[in-house]
C-alpha cells in the first residue's frame, strides 16, 4: 500500500500572537528613547560655571535626577540688585523715586542688550552678556545647575518688563534640544527689598 502524503499546512500567526510577542520589544524601544539624551553642539554657550569633572558629559539626565536638578533651578534662581546699586536705591528716600530707579534701570538694559532684542520686543540673554561691565555693575541674574543642562539642553532667557508690578524681571525655559519637551521655566523678578513693601 502506497503511503500518503499528509497535507502539512503552516498556521498563519493571529493579531493577537503578533501583538502580543511585540509588546516586550515595544517597551524595550520605548524606555530606550526616553534615556538617550539630547546633545548640544553649543554646550559651553551658557554655563554659570565650567563643568567639574564630576559632571558626566556624555551621559544625559534623566528621570529623578533631571526632574531634581529642575527643581533646583525653578526654587533657587535670583535676580538681584549689587551692593552698588543696593546703596544707591536705599538712599532714595521716596517709593517715586524708588520706582523711577528702578525705570530707569530697565531703559539700561534695553541700551545693553538692544543687539539681542527679539521680535517680541524681549531682551535675550546669555553668559556672557551677563557680564557686560555696566551691566554686572547694577544687576546679578543666577540661574543654578546650568552646567548640567548645557551638554543636553537649550536654556532660553530674556528680560522683560512687568508694568503691572513696574519691574524688571526675566524669564527662562530648560527645553531638550529636540524642541517638543520643556523641562522647566520661570520668571524671576528682580528682587526690590522689603522696603517696598507697604
Known amino acids: 500500500?502506497?503511503?500518503?502524503?499528509?497535507?502539512?499546512?503552516?498556521?498563519?500567526?493571529?493579531?493577537?500572537?503578533?501583538?502580543?510577542?511585540?509588546?516586550?520589544?515595544?517597551?524595550?524601544?520605548?524606555?530606550?528613547?526616553?534615556?538617550?539624551?539630547?546633545?548640544?553642539?553649543?554646550?559651553?554657550?551658557?554655563?554659570?560655571?565650567?563643568?567639574?569633572e564630576d559632571v558626566k558629559r556624555d551621559e544625559g539626565l534623566i528621570g529623578e535626577e533631571l526632574a531634581q536638578k529642575v527643581r533646583?533651578?525653578?526654587?533657587?534662581?535670583?535676580?538681584?540688585?549689587?551692593?552698588?546699586?543696593?546703596?544707591?536705591?536705599?538712599?532714595?528716600?521716596?517709593?517715586?523715586?524708588?520706582?523711577?530707579?528702578?525705570?530707569?534701570?530697565w531703559e539700561k538694559i534695553k541700551v545693553w542688550f538692544k543687539d539681542s532684542k527679539d521680535s517680541l520686543g524681549r531682551y535675550v540673554f546669555y553668559a556672557e552678556s551677563l557680564s557686560h561691565p555696566d551691566f554686572s555693575k547694577y544687576l546679578d541674574v543666577y540661574i543654578p545647575n546650568l552646567r548640567y543642562f548645557a551638554g543636553n539642553h537649550i536654556v532660553y532667557c530674556y528680560f522683560d518688563w512687568n508694568a503691572e508690578k513696574r519691574n524688571i524681571y526675566y524669564y527662562f525655559k530648560i527645553r531638550c534640544l529636540d524642541g517638543k519637551q520643556t523641562e522647566g521655566s520661570g520668571k524671576v523678578f528682580l528682587d526690590l527689598g522689603k522696603d517696598l513693601e507697604e
Not at 12 to 18: A, D, E, G, N, R
Not at 79 to 103: G, R
Open 72 to 105: 533646583e533651578v525653578i526654587e533657587n534662581a535670583a535676580f538681584k540688585m549689587t551692593d552698588f546699586a543696593k546703596k544707591e536705591y536705599q538712599i532714595l528716600k521716596s517709593s517715586t523715586q524708588k520706582d523711577k530707579y528702578i525705570q530707569d534701570l
Open 1 to 52: 500500500m502506497p503511503h500518503q502524503k499528509k497535507n502539512i499546512y503552516l498556521k498563519k500567526p493571529s493579531l493577537k500572537k503578533i501583538a502580543l510577542f511585540s509588546l516586550p520589544l515595544i517597551a524595550i524601544s520605548t524606555s530606550f528613547l526616553f534615556l538617550v539624551s539630547c546633545k548640544n553642539p553649543n554646550a559651553d554657550l551658557f554655563l554659570d560655571e565650567k563643568p567639574g
